[in-house]
């Protein structure tokens, strides 16, 4: 028995409808109307799951910001991580809301349950531990793409562009401070939208498609 789905090659475009999906659905329950900055806790629990800040053991390359155990409902955070730049503890909550959503089964996870209550079943391990190198850094990928879609939406980003210019960096600052993200998250998601280009090893900003809904500068 697996909790995990196999692995699959996701769009992009299937991955910001989940993550819109789960904001629409929460935008019609008033306890949990999304506002911005969006706290990604409040986003864990309208799921049925649990945050808890603990001290997470190395591993590997370096310290983990985050892990999800799908069987608890519940997402550990590394109690140094808010210690960071300001916006990756949110960010690697939506990361692991991302893996909840795009990578686990959660009918699976009931039956899990049903066992382990039982006694016939060990926990399963983290998704981290999973998948081989390859698959691991796609999955990661995805779920970094959803997180980017939940504290970003593209509603939420055109709002925010409104009388700035997306080519100056104290203005993509003032964004990121709104938006409660890193500016490196706010950058990557502006750039996967094609509203702004920044050439490898560069700082210069360029305007992106022309084709955009949404103007650079009004």
Known sequence: MNIYKPYRRLEKTLIEAEAVAILQKMASTPKYYPKWPLDPTRVAEFLGL???IIDLPWEGEGAIAAMIWPVEHKILINENSNKLS???QESSI????GHWILHVDHQQVEIYQEKQNLGLEIPPPPLHRLYRDKEQNSIERQAQYFAGCLLMPRYIL???CQGRDLT???HLYAMRDELGVTISNLVN???DLGWIHIPKNSKQ???GNTDSSVKLKS
């Open 50 to 52: 649990d945050t808890e």
């Open 86 to 88: 300001k916006g990756f």
């Open 94 to 97: 939506a990361h692991e809301i």
């Open 205 to 207: 900003i360029y305007p």
């Open 158 to 160: 055109e709002e925010k």
């Open 168 to 170: 100056i960096w104290p």
């Open 189 to 191: 998601r502006l750039q």
